[in-house]
């Protein structure tokens, strides 16, 4: 089987669809890139391994990208959280743990991490 270099761990928010194409297609990772959509992305780390292993094992993705996003609904909302920056610092810290299972178990895949938040009617895409 052909080799892609790119998974793509979002959530399955409709607010994320459009951003999330548009930003692969300016990545360059068009038709190249499998993209696997759960509720609350890396909430669930178990679930996610179990998509991951898919992209990594039969198509051999050598990098994943996991994203969270903020006021994300599989969280709770911004309402879950005392602070923007809590819930900042809680989505990413639920990054940390998938990032560390991934890399335990492909250890020659690159992990990249990916905060997705709002930003005024748009969304922006920082790498943590």
């Known amino acids: 089987m052909a ?3 790119h998974l793509i761990l979002h ?3 409709y607010r994320l669809q459009s951003p999330l194409r548009d ?5 360059g990772w068009v038709d190249n890139t499998d993209r696997v959509s759960i509720a609350g992305s890396c909430k669930d780390p178990d679930l996610a391994i ?4 898919v992209g990594c094992d039969l198509h051999g993705v050598g990098e994943v990208i996991l994203t969270q996003h903020d006021d994300c609904g599989a969280y709770g909302g911004h ?5 923007l920056e809590q819930e900042r610092a809680a989505l990413i810290a639920d990054m940390d743990v998938l990032r560390d299972r991934v890399l ?7 992990v ?3 905060y997705i938040e709002q930003d ?9």
């Open 50 to 53: 179990e998509n991951i292993k």
């Open 11 to 13: 959530c399955m928010d």
């Open 104 to 110: 335990k178990r492909w250890p020659d895949v690159r």
């Open 79 to 83: 309402a879950a959280f005392e602070s």
């Open 23 to 27: 930003w692969i297609v300016e990545k």
């Open 112 to 114: 990249t991490r990916v």
């Open 3 to 5: 080799s892609c270099n």
């Open 120 to 128: 005024g009617d748009g969304w922006k895409f920082v790498e943590i």
